[in-house]
Every structure is written in structure tokens, then in C-alpha cells.
């Protein structure tokens, strides 16, 4: 696809004085060692991890090279599970060759699902949005797809620009409110009359205390401090709701896979444990914080997560909500 093909979809960038796609490929240039906290105009460093420095978003885990490699790991992980990259009825639409349908990713992290999407679907253009730009370099990103930085002021698009409109593992980032007075209304706002939009969010709570006591007291503390920001940590069971009450869609469905974590699920269960405590381990500067204990005893609670996890036969769950805009 040559590049006059983006117009289709860059065109509506204008709209809120976007600059032009920010296609960036940072190396770490701190180590970590040796300070507690560090702050730039783009990045900010505590205990050496490096995260995004957007005060107005509650995003709290890091953009760094460690998390990009894991959010990099745990999109094929989700695609195996899924056997796919999605479950809206779009494929027929993706693969149409005159048209050039036009698609987005909100939040999109490292981009690696547009990447994955644009190989895929040679004649779709693929645009992923996040706050922060740590987006494929140019010499790995396909022609048909490209990365804007920040949508904290709304998503910077005309309205009914996009046939389907894609959002994942946002629900540590978005408060309950916004979900049921922006985040919907902005998604179906950019999205194509008779166009899709797809959500995937994982469940957060998946052990009982009597089976995984540190399991538990992890989750039900980022449930809490996730609270503190105005977050539902239960929201994935309530999207379909959401949705159905905007009355702005119709074929709303709602999908949902449970994955076994730990040694008892073979391989794949080892890498969704593996996932799992690293993005525990992203949390640690937060939640350690919130608990009241050392880094030391958070990492020590790590340990003991990762045997009951291996102890138990425990599901990790996630759910897909898909709907067309009405």
C-alpha cells in the first residue's frame, strides 16, 4: 500500500490539532541504579522502572523496555487463546481490497496488535493511539499502519471515520465513571454507522483465599488501591450492561475464555503465570505503597503468589464484548 492510501484515514486528524504521527523507538538510557525517582518531560523513573508523565491519567504501570517485552509476549498469548486477533464479524471487511477500511486501536501500548493486524490485512490501514510513544520504529512498522501519542483530550478523529474500533486491557486505566459517561460515547462517536467496536478486559479476582491466601490479599489489594482512583476492578462483568444501556449499538455480544495459570495448564499455563507475576512485579511502586510493606516483602509476596499458583488448578479469565454501532 502506498502512502496517499493513509489519507483515507489520517484526513480527520486535523480535528484537534494533532501533529503528525510520532513513530519512535526509545532505548533506555537509565538504569535504575543508584536514585529513587527521576522525572523528564516524558518519562518519569521510580525504583528503576520508567513510566509515562501524563499527571491527568490514572495509568499506572510502567513504558518501559521490561513492560513493552511483556504486553509484547502476552498479545500472542491472548491470540492463542482467542485463536484469533478478534471476534467481530469484520474479517470480510478487512480483507476488502478497493476500499481500504480503516481501523483503530486505542491504547495500543507497543502497537504490536496494529503490527500483527496490518501484516495480516495488507489493504486495511491500521492507526494506534496511546499516551505513550513507545510505538515500532519506522523500519518495523508495515506501510499500511501508523501511531499518534495521547488521547487523554478525546480521540483525535473526525466522527464515523473508522469500521471498527479496537480497545484492550484498559480496565486499570479508565475510572467507572468515564467508561459510563466518555469511554463508550467517544468509541462510538469515531466508529462507522454499522461499523464494530470490540473490547477485551480480564477479570481481576481469580482465587478463592482458602486456596491462594497471597493470591487473594494481591488481588483484593489492587482492587482497593485501584479504588482509590475511582476504578472498578469488577468492571469487565459489567460492560455488556454498559453497552446495552447507551443504546447506541445493536448485536452486542459478550465472549468470555478461561485459561488455566500455573504448571497444571502445561506451557500455556506457565506463560500465563509468567505474565502474571511481571505484571504484578509492574505494580510493585504502587501497591507496596498501599499495603504498607518493603519492596522486599512485596517481592517476597511474589514468590509465595507464584507457588500457590502452581499449587492450585486456578483460571485465569477474560472477556471480549463486541457490538455494531446502531
Known sequence: MNNNNNSICNKSVHKKNVQHPLLINFGENQDGDGFDEFILDTFRFVGGRRYHNVSSSKYFLPNDLTEMDRLE????????????????????????????????????????????????????????????????????????????????????????????????????????????NDVIYELHRVTKPDGWIELMEPEFLFSKETDAPNCHKFSRALLGFLATLGINGFISSQLENILTSTKLFKNIHCEERSTPIGQWGGRLGEMMCNDYIESAEACKPALSQFIGISHEKFDSMLENIRMEINQNRLYYKTRRFYAQKA
Open 73 to 180: 509476549k502476552q498479545h500472542y498469548l491472548f491470540r492463542h487463546i482467542w485463536r484469533n486477533n478478534f471476534s467481530a464479524p469484520v474479517r470480510e471487511k478487512l480483507s476488502q481490497k478497493e476500499n481500504h477500511p480503516c481501523v483503530l486501536d486505542v491504547g495500543c501500548g507497543p502497537g504490536t496488535w496494529v503490527t500483527d493486524m496490518a501484516f495480516e490485512y495488507p489493504s486495511a490501514i491500521f492507526i494506534g493511539v496511546d499516551i505513550s510513544p513507545i510505538f515500532p520504529s519506522e523500519q518495523k512498522k508495515p506501510d499500511n499502519a501508523t501511531f499518534l501519542q495521547n488521547m487523554l483530550d478525546g480521540l483525535p478523529f473526525e466522527d464515523d471515520t473508522f469500521d471498527f474500533v479496537y480497545q484492550r486491557s484498559l480496565a486499570s486505566a479508565i475510572s467507572e465513571d468515564q467508561w459510563k
